[in-house]
């Protein structure tokens, strides 16, 4: 397929060949394997099994048959590999916290949504897994699945800038935010965020703000909606308006996370910790 159907390779590893040679350059001193007694797996089939996981959600299993690689190999291959991934593109694809950084992020944001101030959009996303053994209920959801809590933050134009991962399904959106510890470093300012600047020429100083939904508690650096109810006026409702306007690009970045990596679709059949990797691996692969 890499050769004859370019079209084919990318629905199978969703990217091109192009782009897959590009990550291996990164990933693969990670993931090779020196030569001892027998002949190791090569760092690009390492590579090709992990993509194609997280491309398709399929068993293990599965893919020991496609491969012709024993499931027990996968499931030390899978796990390595994705941590090799998030461990080598953390650093090109995330924000660097800088005031120049989120200057250009509130510049997309009032360009694009015509909401000036804004650092980014947050909201979590339930990532759907096979029940944990003796979790009991500590992984349930409201919506009656078991999963774990993706907390993110996207800019303007839906790449991910903040993630917290792994939280048990059970916690609202609001606890996972409160336990993530960005409180506190939003508070401590040590993601070296600009101080409040004047908007239109007024005497008022406005700071720099996330923007959430009603499961969000209202700050200096956090943004919600109006409560709605029958009393809002003109000006609030065009203001919830604004902010929602702005705030569905995190939805937009969750919507491409999950159709580009079909392992989403599905509970994932997988321990806790292998999830949390590969989450973090497709994270960095929506930004790569």
Excluded at 30 to 35: A, G, M, S, V, Y
Excluded at 115 to 124: L, Q, V
Excluded at 185 to 197: G, K, M, S, V, Y
Excluded at 271 to 287: C, E, G, R
């Amino acid at each position: 397929m890499r050769l004859t159907d370019p079209e084919k390779y990318f629905n199978y590893f969703r990217m091109s060949p192009t782009i897959f040679n590009e990550l291996l350059n990164i990933v693969g001193p990670l993931i090779e394997k020196q030569h001892v007694v027998r002949k190791p797996i090569p760092a690009r089939t390492r590579l090709e099994v992990t993509l194609r996981w997280l491309a398709s959600g399929d068993s293990m299993t599965s893919l020991s048959y496609a491969f012709r690689i024993a499931q027990c190999t996968l499931s030390q291959i899978i796990p390595e590999t994705c941590q090799a991934i998030w461990i080598s593109l953390q650093e090109k694809v995330m924000i660097d916290p800088t005031e120049e950084n989120w200057n250009t992020i509130a510049r997309d944001f009032e360009a694009i949504c015509q909401f000036p101030n804004c650092i980014g959009a947050i909201d979590g996303k339930h990532v759907i897994i096979q029940a944990p053994p003796r979790s009991s209920s500590c992984y349930y959801n409201y919506k009656g699945n078991h999963s774990i809590n993706l907390l993110a933050v996207s800019d303007a134009k839906n790449r991910f800038v903040i993630v917290d991962i792994g939280a048990e399904g059970r916690q609202s959106d609001g606890g996972v935010f409160e336990n993530s510890g960005l409180p506190y470093i939003l508070e401590t300012n040590a993601l070296h965020i600009p101080l409040p600047r004047r908007l239109n020429d007024t005497d008022l100083e406005f700071p720099y703000v996330l923007l959430g939904d009603e499961a969000f508690p209202l700050s200096t650096y956090m943004m919600r909606p109006y409560p709605r109810s029958g009393r809002l006026n003109i000006s609030r409702k065009i203001f919830n308006y604004r902010l929602s306007r702005a705030r569905r690009t995190v939805e937009c970045a969750f919507g491409i996370l999950v159709a580009r990596w079909r392992i989403y679709r599905q509970p994932i059949i997988a321990n806790t910790s292998t999830v949390v990797k590969a989450v973090q691996a497709t994270i960095v692969l929506h930004n790569f």
